[in-house]
């Protein structure tokens, strides 16, 4: 179980505040892995198939890349925000693909703090995911509604 050491409120969450969600190394394995279960295209599952696409050998399902982003990103941010629901995800671009070894390295930006008289605020972040060259594979934003801390 996660131990929150911090909770982070809606007035705490500024705009422009950057937090870096830390990394996650990706192999063909884990590849092929969650395609099987979720995005069984052959360019995410089949090596030989793969390497006669556009693409030239086997890539991670743009979903496989977003559940990192979201898994990196309630491990070293949201985990600690008074997140009261999930509103929208909106403007997701799939950037870069993905290949086995990359290391994917990830940050949130606050974009949006819109406080509330119901005691709740809706922020929007930037979810961002990068390479090993620092190019961006994947983004998106995310909606919450975040908890005041007083109201």
Request: hydrophobic share 45%; net charge negative.
């Amino acid at each position: 179980m996660r131990q929150t050491l911090r909770v982070l409120y809606a007035e705490d969450l500024t705009v422009g505040e950057c937090f870096e969600i830390g990394s996650w190394h990706v192999t063909a394995d884990e590849i092929v892995r969650f395609a099987r279960d979720w995005d069984p295209v052959p360019i995410h599952v089949d090596e030989e198939a793969a390497a006669l696409s556009p693409f030239g050998g086997l890539i991670a399902s743009g979903l496989h890349t977003m559940a990192i982003a979201v898994r990196l990103g309630y491990d070293n941010f949201a985990g600690d925000v008074a997140i009261h629901a999930g509103r929208a995800i909106r403007e997701l671009r799939m950037l870069k693909p993905v290949r086995p070894a990359m290391t994917l390295t990830g940050s949130i930006e606050i974009i949006e703090q819109r406080l509330r008289d119901d005691g709740r605020g809706v922020i929007s972040w930037r979810n961002q995911l990068r390479d090993d060259e620092g190019n961006p594979v994947l983004q998106f934003v995310a909606e919450v509604l975040v908890n005041c801390r007083n109201r």
